[in-house]
């Protein structure tokens, strides 16, 4: 007897004869009929397709090990520490590299005609890292199983939110189908269902997150505050490599806090550890040291450059659209190192701007919605209770939102500290909700809504630069607008700079030539400045430099000293402090002698 | 001569030329200048200025300090020690010092254009700089002139003393070269002079110059025209002068007392070298170690050496990796030799003619009953397509009759853009669409030919077939990237001919790599590229090698080609460059070595005359059918003359249009038309040919003639409604809602209650203005119905005029952006309100809302919201009116761009409440009633009005078995003016338009269509779209998806998608929607890139193509259909035969033989082109 199991047998056994209806012969005989017509009168007509999205493949947990997380679209520093930030949490991650022109043109191959160039840049990227990737030997297969990619989404106006299709198509086309493309809502956070928990939306990730974003922005401040005074050419730029590697190993070996010992076994037994844990986290936040001492050691890393604040910079505050504003590479046409090179100090933007920004706007949609439940559904006034319910959920949605923006800017501003006072505050949503409302209106979101014209005005009225250059990508919506807006304000206020650069994946020449024709009336002004200032001190530059020389401590990146109202550039707010200096030194000496 | 450290140099090396002064520092006297073109070669030319400078005036290497500027001023100055200035900054520098008086400058160069305004501050008297310059786009410079110039063949001198008063002016469009070229050579070939065609380009240019790179602003005078064209070519100055003080007028701007205008638009002296001059300026005021000349010596060395690296860097090997490689493709793709078919002498030779008069070559054959060439002959078009055919007449004739056979032809068909001229001229039997033409000729070599790309002088048309039918075609727009012609214009500006593109360009063993997409921007690569020292067989290389691309991935976009299918068939007059060919083959393969297959690449054996050959094919296939040719004889050929016709008595004024006609009076024997009343007299056996009209109103002189046609087109248009025309009328018409307005108080005793019985008795007199745009023709009834119901009478709301081509040009010069066309309309639409209507009847108000989102019956989707750069709109609007003075203030009118949520009711209200509460002395409860009946009113002309007639046309289509055509679009698709009456060009072919918001959905319908869907638990509703589209949170993408999927469903809709130059929300969507409609099998046609100007030929050839084929499609449904019923009544049949064979065998089971197969008709050209009858 044999042992194998019996196989079920399916259907009818073939030795037997199915007997079927009557009814049922004729309508098989018909369709085999109709079949045989239309064939013959070429009309027949197969199943009806129709289109549907693509299928999302999952990322799931158990795929964590084998799986690396890519993302990009931040500056390298940003996406350093988000890298080991995401590794402290156990994630196999790793950024995509600068997209690079060849990347555009992968972009538009396999993209959608008549995109905006940041989806060509960062869409041909992901294209050009996965045939990277077989290139090194990796099959298709494996490339779409063993990575992920992940980037932010949002639900409109401008077509940003629609990117993550446009991954999709791309990959597509270039061969990539199935190539799993994870969404992370700027508002909504991820989808978790989506996610299947591959990626876990927690406390612990968005702290990593933020704590990474924000010693970016402030780090890529310092650095481009330095650079362009440093007397040995290079140097800013190797302490920032250093200080980076630094700061990137403290954030990968930091663990999450957990309540663990008896203490949290007995609240786990009360069934409070939950509530527990995250409030640890939080305090653990807020006043744990463990980054500050590394940013400490960097600050001393970076105030051992030596620089000479006397040398005239115009200063060009860099606004735009995100990723026109933040990329370093051919997305901008390497823009920031073009300006430091034709002698500009340029104020890059924060990332931390654009988090305010959705959070006062958030803020700003619930003051205007404030009592239209009420309205809607005809609530009388005098309904006490259910007026005063609907002011009541509006006052606490205001209230967490500024608690968040509160404990957002005490963050910033601690690692401002710890980073030797000498990055930018954030700019206050409120004074730029007033200064730009009258040109764009505040309620229209999309893109950077009212921020570029605002910014503008914020920079240029509070004497913080000489010019703003506005870097939007070709066909950007919002950011086009709001140039027309701009038209305005830049008639409105006489001595404002104010250029607008559509970057696109070519002309480069054309728009480093437009750059050098504003960056030469910025020059001139800060000149002019410099001048007016010596002649005000009754210094010459000489003397200044000698009583810099003279004094090691002024030649420090971290040396403090005044902005006088109306005085832009750092050259001449140095010039007065040394004056001020060498005239209580004079004073001093006399005063001895 | 001065000392040598008391010389600066001032160097502008600009796109075209170089220019140069030495000036002596202590004197400011100009020592030296020059001023030449360096051909491309600009380190040579540099290196020879300096040369004589060094010779003629002791500059001195260590001692003479030298600054630059221009284009390529960067490039050069670190050979030379140089310090480079910005060119804007440098001729600023210039002119604040020689003109101090100067109020603004106009500098127009070989590839930039450059803006400076002084504007002064009244309070400080201090100057602010206003400096604007081109982008990359070279539209609107000196470029667009050289390449006109070139094709125009007008010598130097001459086109200096070209005019501009006095002559006719035609529309031209001046923003893009590329756009130019095809509106010149449509001007030439239709006979207007090279004078009024330059002419027409100066004042295209300097309108494009005013109306972009001012960004808005006033020129001040004194103007100052600087740049090669300004100095040198009388026509430029003399437009400048015409147009400036035009704009004065216009916007009131004071000017000096007692001085004519004209003279405040100034040539200065030495304006050429502006600045170089301004470099000068800028060395004296540097510190003295700045810019100290460093000799020329390293500048030769970058010549003979560096530039040499810097292109190894740079370019990739040439357009084959080895001899032997080229070698096998020369040999694979070697051109059949075709030999003319011999003659007998005394031999009748019975033959059809094809006739392609295309855009830049005319082509024609002979084929013989059997449909084989005989003979053929292909010449560059001279201009005119009645010369160019007359000589292919006597080309032909030739190669019979000098064998001593005669020639009988059976019939002539045409095609080509010249198609019907020369039907009416030679009396063709038949005029075909290119696109068909060349299919049929593709088909008739290779019935199993997958793709037939079709590459030709102006046009690139791709075929997709399957099974021998044609499944898809794309053709290029407007824009000629990738064409032949600019193939062929780089060669012959290299002192090429043509025919030696394929050798030269294989003779570079590297080549720069040019990004592919606008020729524009290829046209400034050359320009670079050579700059760089690369070599004009490299850049034929280049260029050849970008050909795949540009049609493959710019065009048409298909980056996956093996899609497609393995047969491809190159043919076009292109396909003689076998470099072009190596490209192409090269492309495609390559985009098959990832699927391990091979293409199978084919270039057509009369790649030429392909379109001549279907042309021929099709009056065969007539022939066969019993046809007879109308011909009028080859004698009668030879004796036609021809006297075109061009001014202000051909103008046509049956509609605004207003067209300026060319008639083509014809001498053929048998013609007599002179009884036909017309300006210009028909003289006796002549034939008037109309051109140039651009509709067919244009076609006739007399009124009545006109009539019988508009007769004629307005019943077709009856019977085929157009709903996007209807939407554009019904979007701003009255609902007559009730008037909610609160009653009068009949007490006011405080301030406030005086004020408001004031404000509401006000409300009587009121006029609105309102810009017809954007969303408000989608929502406008909601507004209209809401300030009617205040009280505010109907008629007090004043729209402003539909768009059109002349409000577009009023008000177009206060523009600072450049976004997509319908945004770019605001600016104009509010000051047609300003300048129009406000003049006839003030206003008090213009309600222009930024609208956020809009109302939605579209379930599941993630928001609802419009696209920003709409909603935006109106604060550039305002931007424009108020940068330079409040000019809605200045007219007392309150400009109102109030932010609005239609698709939150309540928060509407409030909104509404919040502006107007104090304008109208509004209620909350008054303000209430106002919003629901405008929500009333949208929803009757959503419902009623345009579902309701929607409802009725798809009724139609589906009793009689016909097609309508969908838009899917965008609201401000609608309007006319944006949407160029394309949709009307369908309705004269005999199909209804419908519209996204048309689209009945009713449950009956929409159950019927999506109800499968719903019951598989793919959607959950006919109305959600996220089985297709996952990031539908704006409205009208989302519409969009919607509408197409419908398509997609039903049997008697194909799909007509419009789309704008720029359109943000488009383009994510471009696959998603065209797949949508693609993958049910349902025809899908699109025009892309709308923008400004309207591309009347590509419409035209686009829309035959695509009446073409619903024909064909219309009668593949009718066919089914019929077969259908066909085959039911034989199923019937066979059914009742089977039981009754069933019941008299009750115990038998086996199926018995089939019945005899029943005889049915082979198809004929269904949803195809026929291959063989």
């Known amino acids: 007897m044999s042992t194998a199991p019996m196989n079920r047998i399916h259907g009818t056994p073939r030795h037997l004869v199915q007997i079927a209806s009557k009814e049922e012969l004729i309508q098989q005989r018909l369709a085999e009929e109709r079949l045989r017509l239309e064939r013959e009168a070429r009309i027949e007509r197969g199943e009806v397709n ?18 690396t997380i890519l993302f990009g679209g931040l500056t390298w520093k940003h996406e350093k520490l988000v890298q080991a930030a995401l590794a402290s949490l156990g994630y196999r991650c790793a950024p995509l590299p600068v997209p690079n022109k060849r990347a555009f043109q992968l972009g538009k191959e396999y993209g959608n005609n008549g995109q905006c160039n940041p989806t060509y840049f960062t869409v041909g990227n992901l294209v050009q890292f996965c045939q990277s990737l077989e290139e090194q030997g990796l099959s298709k297969q494996e490339i779409i199983d063993r990575y992920v990619f992940i980037t932010a989404g949002a639900c409109g106006p401008c077509r940003f939110g629609m990117y993550e299709a446009e991954y999709r198509l791309a990959l597509r086309n270039s061969g990539f189908d199935g190539f799993r493309v994870l969404l992370f809502q700027q508002e909504g956070g991820l989808n978790q269902a989506e996610m299947e928990a591959g990626l876990e939306m927690n406390l612990d990730f968005f702290l990593g997150i933020l704590n990474a974003m924000n010693i970016g922005d402030i780090i890529n401040d310092v650095a481009y505050q330095i650079r362009p005074f440093e007397i040995n050419p290079g140097e800013t730029d190797r302490v920032l490599d250093e200080c980076m590697d630094r700061l990137h190993e403290a954030m990968r070996r930091r663990r999450p806090w957990r309540l663990d010992g008896q203490l949290g076994a007995w609240l786990k037994k009360g069934g409070l550890q939950g509530t527990a844990e995250y409030l640890g986290k939080f305090l653990n936040q807020l006043y744990s040291d463990e980054l500050m001492s590394a940013l400490r050691e960097v600050r001393a890393r970076f105030d051992s450059i030596a620089v000479d604040r006397t040398r005239v910079k115009p200063l060009v505050k860099i606004t735009g659209e995100f990723w026109a504003q933040t990329t370093e590479g051919d997305g901008n046409f390497n823009m920031f190192r073009f300006l430091e090179k034709e002698g500009a100090q340029v104020i890059v933007e924060p990332i931390g701007t654009w988090i305010c920004y959705l959070m006062h706007q958030a803020k700003q949609e619930a003051r205007d919605k404030r009592g239209l439940d009420l309205l809607a559904n005809g609530v009388s006034k005098w309904n006490i209770p259910k007026v005063l319910g609907s002011h009541v959920n509006t006052q606490k949605k205001l209230a967490l939102l500024t608690v968040a923006e509160k404990i957002f800017k005490r963050e910033y501003n601690r690692i401002i500290d710890a980073l030797g006072g000498l990055a930018h505050h954030l700019a206050d949503q409120y004074e730029l909700q007033r200064l730009g409302h009258p040109y764009y209106n505040t309620r229209a979101s999309g893109g950077e809504g009212h921020l570029e014209v605002a910014k503008n005005i914020y920079y240029s009225n509070k004497d913080l630069c000489h010019m703003v250059l506005s870097l939007k990508p070709f066909g950007c919506m919002p950011s086009t607008q709001s140039d027309g807006a701009q038209s305005a304000v830049v008639a409105h206020y006489k001595d404002m700079i104010f250029l607008p650069i559509e970057t696109s994946g070519e002309g480069d020449v054309n728009a480093h030539s437009r750059v050098q024709m504003a960056l030469g009336e910025a020059k001139m002004r800060a000149k002019k400045e410099m001048k007016a200032v010596l002649e005000e001190t009754g210094m010459t530059l000489e003397e200044v430099q000698g009583f810099a020389a003279e004094h090691p401590e002024m030649q420090r990146p971290m040396y403090k000293y005044g902005h006088r109202k109306g005085v832009i550039g750092v050259a001449a707010n140095f010039v007065l402090h040394a004056a001020e200096r060498m005239k209580a030194a004079r004073r001093a000496r006399v005063y001895v002698q | 001569m001065g000392s040598t450290n008391n010389l600066i140099v001032g160097l502008d090396v600009g796109s075209t030329t170089v220019k140069s002064v030495v ?51 960067g490039a050069i100055a670190p050979y030379i020690g140089a310090k480079f200035v910005q060119e804007v900054n440098a001729v600023s520098l210039a002119v604040e010092h020689l003109y101090p008086e100067c109020g603004s400058v106009v500098e127009l160069g070989g590839q930039d254009a450059k803006i400076i305004i002084f504007k002064e501050d ?17 539209g609107g410079t000196g470029a667009v002139i050289d390449k006109i110039n070139a094709k125009l063949r007008i010598p130097a001198e001459e086109l200096c003393n070209m005019g501009y008063v006095g002559l006719k002016l035609h529309p031209v469009a001046g923003k893009c070269g590329v756009f130019a070229e095809t509106d010149i050579n449509g001007l030439q070939k239709s006979g207007v002079p090279p004078n ?37 070519i009388k026509g430029m100055r003399d437009c400048w002068k015409h147009n400036i003080p035009k704009v004065w007028e216009e916007r009131s701007f004071p000017l000096p007392e007692g001085k004519d205008p004209r003279d405040l638009v100034q040539v200065p002296e030495n304006a050429q070298y502006f600045a170089a001059l301004g470099c000068v300026r800028f060395g004296m005021d540097e510190d003295p170690t700045l810019g100290v000349y460093q000799g020329w010596e ?100 030739q190669q019979v009759e000098s064998q001593g056979a005669t020639l009988e032809l059976l019939g002539i068909g045409s095609t080509g853009y010249a198609k019907d001229i020369l039907k009416d001229v030679l009396r063709a039997d038949v005029a075909i669409v290119e696109t068909v033409a060349h299919t049929e000729a593709a088909l008739h070599f290779y019935p199993d030919a997958d793709v037939i790309c079709d590459v030709g002088g102006q046009d690139i048309k791709l075929i997709i077939l399957q099974d021998g039918r044609v499944k898809d075609f794309k053709l290029n727009t407007q824009c000629s990237a990738g064409n032949g012609y600019f193939l062929q214009s780089t060669c012959v500006g290299f002192g090429f001919d043509v025919k030696q593109y394929a050798d030269i360009a294989f003779a570079a063993k590297s080549m720069p790599m040019f990004g592919y997409g606008c020729a524009v921007f290829m046209q400034s690569d050359i320009v670079d590229f050579q700059r760089q020292g690369w070599k004009p067989e490299e850049i034929m290389a280049g260029l050849a090698n970008v050909l795949p691309k540009n049609i493959w991935l710019y065009v048409s976009q298909i980056p996956n080609l093996a899609s497609l299918g393995r047969t491809f068939v190159l043919q076009g007059g292109t396909q003689h460059n076998l470099a072009a060919v190596k490209a192409q083959v090269d492309f495609i393969e390559s985009r098959f070595k990832d699927r391990g297959a091979k293409p199978n690449v084919i270039v057509h054996e009369h790649c030429g005359e392909s379109g001549a050959i279907g042309a021929a094919l099709e009056v065969r296939r007539l022939y066969k059918r019993g ?77 009545n003639d006109m009539r019988e046609i508009k007769k004629g087109l307005d019943a077709m248009k009856k019977d085929n409604p157009n709903m996007a025309e209807v939407a554009a009328k019904a979007a701003f018409k009255s609902y007559a809602p009730p008037v909610v307005a609160d009653p009068l108080p009949k007490y006011a005793f405080t301030a406030s209650q005086k004020r408001r019985v004031g404000l509401m008795k006000k409300r009587k007199e009121m006029r609105i203005g309102i810009p017809r745009i954007l969303n408000m023709y989608s929502v406008g009834p909601i507004f209209s119905a809401y300030f009617e119901a205040l009280g505010i009478p109907a008629e007090n709301l004043v729209y402003s005029d539909y768009t059109s081509e002349q ?42 809302p930024m609208i956020d989102d809009l109302p939605s019956d579209l379930p599941f989707a993630q928001a609802h919201r419009a696209c920003p750069t709409v909603t935006v709109t109106p604060e550039s609007v305002k931007a424009a009116f108020t940068k330079e003075g409040d000019l809605f203030k200045e007219n007392n009118i309150l400009f109102l761009n109030t932010f609005v949520n239609p698709a939150n009711h309540t928060l509407l209200a409030k909104q509404l409440y919040d502006e107007f509460k104090d304008i109208f002395g509004l209620s909350w409860e008054e303000n209430l009633a106002a919003v629901q009946a405008g929500l009333k009113a949208q929803e009757t002309f959503q419902n009623d009005v345009l579902r309701g007639q929607g409802r009725e046309i798809l009724r139609k289509l589906e009793e009689e078995d016909r097609i309508g055509i969908v838009v899917l679009g965008r609201p401000y698709h609608n309007d006319p003016g944006i949407n160029h009456e394309i949709l009307e060009e369908f309705q004269k072919i005999g199909y209804p338009v419908l519209t996204q918001a048309s689209l009945p959905t009713d449950e009956d319908i929409i159950w019927r269509l999506f109800g499968e869907d719903v019951k598989a638990g793919t959607i959950r509703h006919p109305m959600d779209i996220s089985d297709a589209w996952k990031n539908s949170y704006s409205e009208n993408t989302s519409q969009k998806i919607w509408a197409a999927k419908y398509t997609a469903r039903h049997p008697n809709l194909v799909a007509l998608e419009l789309s704008s130059f720029k359109c943000g929300h488009d383009a994510p969507i471009y696959t998603a929607v065209e797949e949508t409609v693609t993958t049910s099998g349902t025809p899908y046609f699109s025009f892309k890139d709308i923008d400004e100007n309207k591309p009347t030929g590509s419409i035209k050839i686009r829309v035959e193509t695509i009446g073409y084929f619903l024909k064909r499609y219309r009668e593949d449904i009718i066919y089914r259909k019929q077969k259908q019923a066909e085959i039911e009544a034989r199923l019937k049949e066979l059914e009742a035969q089977l039981r009754a064979e069933l019941d008299s065998r009750a115990d038998s089971l086996a199926p018995g033989p089939p019945p005899p197969a029943y005889q049915v008709e082979t198809p004929i050209g269904i949803n195809a082109i026929r291959r063989e009858e």
């Open chain 2, 122 to 138: 009244p309070e400080t008297g201090r100057k602010k700089k206003i400096p604007s310059m081109n982008d990359k786009c070279a």
């Open chain 2, 298 to 397: 390293k500048l030769e060395w970058y010549i003979s050496v560096g530039r040499q690296e810097e292109k190894a860097k740079k370019g990739s090997a040439g357009l084959y990796r080895s001899e032997v490689e080229l070698d096998a493709f020369k040999e694979r793709y070697k051109p059949k030799k075709f030999i003319p078919r011999t003659f007998q002498p005394g031999e009748r030779v019975r033959a059809f003619m094809g006739i392609d008069g295309g855009s830049t070559s005319t082509k024609a054959v002979l084929l013989s009953e059997d449909a084989e060439v005989m003979v053929k002959c292909y010449q560059l078009s001279k201009g005119n397509p009645l010369e160019d055919t007359k000589e292919m007449f006597a080309s032909l004739r």
């Open chain 1, 50 to 67: 129709h289109f549907h999205k693509p299928i999302e493949r999952p990322f799931t947990r158990s795929q964590r090990d084998i799986t």
């Open chain 2, 627 to 703: 046809q007879r040719t109308q011909f009028i004889g080859l004698d009668a050929v030879d004796q036609i003359s021809y006297v075109t016709h061009r001014n202000e008595n051909t103008r046509c004024y049956f509609c605004k249009n207003k067209c300026m006609r060319t008639f083509i009076d014809v001498s053929i024997a048998d013609a007599d038309e002179s009884w036909k009343k017309s300006k210009i007299p028909i003289a006796v056996g002549v034939k008037r040919l109309i051109v140039g009209n651009s509709c067919e109103k244009g076609l006739v002189e007399d009124v």
């Open chain 2, 23 to 73: 000036v002596e520092v202590d004197t400011q006297k100009i020592l030296w200048s020059d001023y030449q073109r360096h051909d491309t070669k600009q380190p040579e030319k540099c290196l020879e200025f300096l040369k004589r400078m060094e010779a003629e005036t002791g500059i001195q290497t260590g001692e003479t300090r030298i600054f630059v500027t221009g284009s390529g001023g």
């Open chain 2, 196 to 232: 009024e065609l330059m002419a027409s380009l100066f004042e295209a240019i300097i309108q494009q110059n005013l109306a972009v790179l001012t960004r808005g602003n006033t020129l001040r005078p004194v103007v100052l025209l600087l740049g090669g064209p300004n100095t040198y």
């Open chain 2, 807 to 848: 409000l577009y040009k009023d008000g177009a010069k206060r523009g600072a952006i450049d976004p997509c066309f319908p945004s770019k309309v605001g600016i104009p639409h509010v000051h047609n309100l300003l300048h129009v209507h406000h003049k006839k009847k003030p206003l008090d108000i213009i309600f222009c």
